[in-house]
C-alpha cells in the first residue's frame, strides 16, 4: 500500500502537462496563480460579484493583469510580449490558474486577447502590429494609455448564443472614394465581454449593401464618429468579474479597418475573410482555455473539501480531542473519500484531455502556416482544391498515424522521419485530431465538469452552498454552467465532433490509440488502459455499425440530421479522450519524475496514486461509453438487432477491463485520507 | 554624479507559510517532514534586501547585483520563475539545505566562497546585502559571520534605508530599540547591510526581465556546485520540535473594532 505524501505541486503539473522546460511558462503559471490568489480572492471574499456593475474594485483586476504581465502574454516580443511563437499552452494555463480561484477573472483575462485573437489570426500585419502593440502596458518611458478590446460576435437579440449565420450587424458604405471608401456599421452587441471599458470592438457585421460583398469582421473604436453605446449591463449571475454589457454601436469607419484587408473590384468592396472564415480560425483554439476553466475548479475542490471533512467535528461537544472522530472527521467514512477521488479523477482527465489540446494547437499555428504558403507556392488555391490536394495523401498519413504510435524500437525511424518532416502529412494528421480535442475539450470539460462539480459541492454538505465555504465552491459550481456555453453552447461541440469523428484519418487514429493502450496494460497494468481499449473498440465498431444500418422505420441510424444518434456518439467519444491522455500523463511522470529531484524521492507512491485514479476514471467513461453505444445499437431496433453479434463480444471487453478499478478506489480513497494539507487555505476566505 | 555598486545579495528559500511544517529525525540530522515536496518562497527578509539592492543599482547606472542563494537548487529554480520577474540580477548558486537546520558559520562560509569566486566583482565596490532575519532560523549571525570571511568591518544590521552620497559615502538607517532608529554616516564601500524590512514594496512583474534572468538563472542552477552544510557540520541538534502553540479562531462577522482590540489585548494580558 502506498502512501500520497502531500497534493500534487508544479513540479508533478509541469511534468505531466510537458512544461517543465519551458521557464516562460513557469512564469506566466507563478504570475497568474499570484493575482488568482490575492487580488481575485480578496475580490471575491469582499462580494465583488454581488453586482452586475463593472465598480472601481473590480477594475482592480485590469491593474493586477498589467502588472503581472498577464496582459502582455498574447503578444510576441516585438510587440511588447515575452514568448516568441505560439501562445495556446501559455493562454491555457494562465487561465487555469486564475479559474482555479474565480471563473470570471479568467474570462476578463482573456476577454481582451479574444477581441483581438481575430486581428492576430487574419489580420494585415499593420493591423497586428498596431492593436496588438496598443494594448500591452506601457514599458519604462512610454507614455500612453493602455487599450482593451472586446469581441462582438453575432448574437442576435433578444437571445444568446453562437449561431455563425445569424447576423445583426450591417455594414454599408457612407462615403465613396477608390483608396479607402467610408463604411457605416450598425451593431447591437449582447453578452459583449469587456464593453465596460474596451476601447475597441472588433465586430461580425454583414453587407446591407450591394457595394460590399458577404460578410467580414471590423475594427470599431470609442473615438469613431457616431454612437458608441456600451448599453446596459448584462444581468448574469455568475461570472460577475468579468464585465458584460449589450452595447449599442453605430460608426463611420474608413475600410481599412476591414479585418484581413480589402480589394475594390468593379465598384465593389471585397474583404479579404468573411466573418465565417476568421470566427473559425479563432474558435479553433479559444474553446480550449474554457474548458480548462471548468477542470481547474475541480481539483481546486480537493484540498477545501478535504480540509472541511478532517475538521468536522471539531470544535464541539461532537468528539473530544485524540479520538479518530476528531482528527478524521467524515474522513473515516470511505464515501467521503471515494466520492472525492471521483471529483479528482474527472478533474485530471479533463486537465490531460485539455493540455493536449493546448500543446497540439501550439504545434499546429506553424505547420498551419507553412501549409498555406506550400499550396500558395504550388498554386492550390481555394479550400475545395486543398481539401483535394490533401485526400491524395490520406494512406499516407494513415502511415504516419500508425508510426506515431508504435513504440520507437518498433518503428522505421527513417520513413518516420520523412513522413514527420513532411508538412501536407503533419498538416493533415494534427487538423484530424484538433477537430477532435478542441471541441471535445469544450464540451466535456463544461458539461461534465459542471455536474461534477455539483457533487464537489455536496461534499461540503450545507456549508458548501454558503458564503463562509473554503475555495468559493457553490460560485465555481454555477460558474460551470456558463462556461458550458462559451464559444458555442454544448451542441455546438457536438455537432462539430459528429463531422469530424467520421475522418479516415481520426478513425486511424482511433485504430492506433488502441494498439498504443493494449501494449500500455501489457506493461503497465492497472491504470485502465485496457479499459479504455475496449470501450474505443466497442465506440469505433458501434460507429461503423450506425453508419451502415437503418432503424427499424428504414431510416439512416447515422445522418447529419439525426442528432439522437450523431450526438450521444460525440459524447462517449468525450468520456474517453480524457482517460486515454490522462494514461499518457502519467506514464510520461513515471519516466519523468523519476529524474527530478524533487519528486524522485516519492514517485513511486505519487505514481501508484494516479494509476489508481486514472484506473477509477477510465472504468466510469468506459462505463458511460458502452451504456451510450448499447441504447444507440439496440435502441433503434424492435426486437433483437440482426448483426450485432460482435458488439456483445466487444461489450464483454469492456466490462471485463474495469477489472480491479474498485480496488483502485478503495486505494486512492484512502492515500486521501492520510494526504498532508496546508495548514491555512491557499486563498482566503 | 553617481557611484557604480556591485551588490551581493544573499537570500535563499524557505517552506511557503502556508504549509503544515514538521520536523522530522532524518539521516543527516533533522529535516522538516517531505521537506523537497513542500513548495517554497523567497526568504521575505532576503526579499527585502533585493528589491532595495536593484533600486539602488537602477539609480546608479553601471551597478549589477547578483544574488547569491544557498538551497536546493530544484525549489531555487521554481520560486526564479517569480522572483526573476521582478527585478534584473545573476543568480550565484551552491547547492546544498535551506532547511534551517544548519549552522551559522557553515552557511556563512559556503557563501563567502560563491562570493568570492564571482567572476568580475569588484571588491572595492562591494555592499554585500541580506536579510538581518530569516523566516526559517532567525540566528541574526550569519550576516555578520559573512562579513568578517570577507574582510569587511563595515556592517550595519537591521537597514530600514540607505542613501548614497554623490562623493560614494553611505548614510544608513539601521532599528535599535523602542522603535527608534539609529542614523550612521559611513565613507563608502565595501560594507555589509543586514535588511529589515526596508521602504519598498514588491515591484510589479515584468515578464521581459524574467525573461533576461532566467537565462543566466538556468545555467547558473544546472551549475551550481554542492554545498554539504549538514554533513559537515560540527553541530548537533539534541531536539527539534515546533512550538507547542494552537490556534484558536472564530469567525466573527462584522465586529467592531474596539471590541476586536479589546480581545487581543485581554489575550495579551491572560
Redesign the interface.
Known sequence: MYTLRTLPGDDVRQIMWRYADRYDLQMSVQSARGIARTVVAKLVAEGARNTHEWTDQKAELLTAFDQSGLTALFMDPHQGGFIEGPKNLALALAAFELAWVDGGAATCSLATNLALAPIHEKGTPEQRDTYMGQCVPPQPGEDREIRRGAFALTEPLPYIGVDTGVMCGKVRVAEWNDEDPILEVDKRGRFITNMDFANFVTAAVESDDERIKSSCMIILEEEDEGTYDRGAPTLKMVHQLSSTRDPVLKLRVPASRIIGGFEIKDGTIIPKYSHGEIIGSVFHRTRIPVGLMTMAKLISAVEPVIRYHRKRFQGGDAAKEGTPRFDHGIQMNEDALQRLVDVWASGEAGCSLGFAASRLADAFDPIEKAKEKLFEEQGVVGPRKQMMALRKLKDTVQEFVELEHLPESERDAARYQELKDDTLVQFAYMEALAGILNPATKLWCTGVGATVMREAVSLVGGYGITEDCPGFLMQKWTDAQLEATYEGPEAVQRRHMSVTMTSDVFQATVSAWIGQLRRVESDNPGMGAEATASALELWQWTLNHLQNTKDAEGRKLYHNKRQGVTFPMADALGWLLGPYYLILDILELKEKGAMNPVLADGIDDLVAFYMDMANVQAARAAGEAARICTELVYGFANGAPEGVEPFAGLKAKVDAGMAGARLSKDRAGKALSGVMIPEALDYPL | MSNEFHIVVCGSIVP?P???LEPVQGAQGPEL??E????AVLDPWAGHALYEAANLAAKNPGSKVWLVSLG????LQ?VM??I??KVPFELVCADGSASGFTDSFEVATVLAQSIEGIQGLDKSKLLVFGGWQSASRGSGAVMQMLGELLGISEQFQGVDKLTAGDDGSLEIMERIEGGAYQVSACNGTPAVLGWATGELPEP?????V??QN?RL??PALQQAKPADVVQGSSLAFAAVELPQQRRETR?VKDMPVEDMAREIVEWLNS
Open positions: 511557503d502556508l504549509q503544515t517532514k517531505n523537497m515536496m513542500l513548495p536546493p537548487k530544484a525549489k521554481q520563475m517569480n526573476a520577474q510589479p512583474n515584468n515578464p521581459q524574467g525573461m532566467m538563472v538556468m469567525v
